[in-house]
């Protein structure tokens, strides 16, 4: 990775730091061959983190598999369905049967019945506000793929995963928090790793950032939503002209300035109406809009619902998260594809 100047630092930090989650637990699972565990499509991101074994990634709208070692953590941001196995023609059950069929251990450990090779896992769920509006978070693929191996490991990912095996092996008092802190972090690395790869085509987040207009003007947008900005007015206010700046801006981000404006002011406005008690007008006049009507209406287009029903919604969503067993974890006591054969025909049991 390249050095990045101070400047670059804090608009680096200023776009990580508009990421907010809660994470939960769904299992620590000691599984023994032959096994597998399918996640359905959520709204909240997945995680795995590999503390032993291998195993193997299926990813729902994906023909390769991908192999996962000890110390490889895996992301899948957007909560796409995936599976989880000890081999590509495993059978597979759904992770929310999984303690049903086969009760927890007093370590809090769950543990499957196979006899053959075994895999450790910590798995759990990242709820990330404002992730479809989040300019950040748009950018992330379907799933990312940290590897441990020495040649292809990042400097952080060792000594974090080795932090999750100790406390998953003590299962000392406060284990499931510690956990939960730290899969925040390792999400947190991932999302800075992925940024900072190019991928060989024209938009790279890393490059974005690196230039010193664009870079600038991200940091505009993301910290002073509620200014009148325009395409004219951005590119002014950083030194080109307005047909210059809309053209870079859409090479490096992706999308068109006036685009990531909206997604990052709907963002701010989603912030708002799920933790505080501003009211539509309050909050439609700090991030842009004249006026609660021109602010419905642009949330209503995005989201296909009023903020007035986004905010009961996601209120009553959030209980839901912090109650359901299923969700709230199940023990209590989120790169290049590895090549292999197509994915063959499961069956669930």
Known sequence: M?????????????LLQSIHMRSTLYCRANMSAPWGFRVSHREVASFHIVTGGACWLSVEGFDR???????????????????????????????????PKQP??????????GQGATTTLVCGGLQLEEQHTNPLLSLLPAFMHVKSQPEQSQSWLPSLVDLVKLETSRNRPAAETVILRLSEILFIQAVRSCLSVADGGDTNWFRALKDPQIGQALVLILRRPGEPWSVKSLGSYV?????????????????????????????????????????????????????EVAFSKAFKRFFGMAPGNYRMNRTARDSAFDKNPLLNGMARASSPLFEASPPQRRRET
């Open 2 to 14: 390249e050095t990045l100047t101070h400047f670059q630092e804090d608009v680096l930090a200023d």
């Open 65 to 99: 598999l991908v192999q996962v070692s000890e110390g490889d953590l895996v992301i899948l941001p957007h909560g796409h369905a995936h599976t989880m196995s000890d081999h590509p023609t495993s059978l597979v059950t759904r992770l929310e049967d999984l303690e």
């Open 104 to 113: 927890i251990g007093k370590d809090g450990i769950f543990y499957s019945v």
């Open 239 to 291: 030194g080109l002209s307005r047909s210059a700046f809309s053209a870079r801006f859409r090479q490096l981000v992706g999308e068109p300035p006036m685009q990531y404006l909206t997604r990052a002011r709907l963002a701010k406005a989603t912030a708002a109406l799920r933790t505080g008690p501003a009211t539509l007008v309050e909050i439609a006049h700090s991030i842009g809009y004249d006026s």
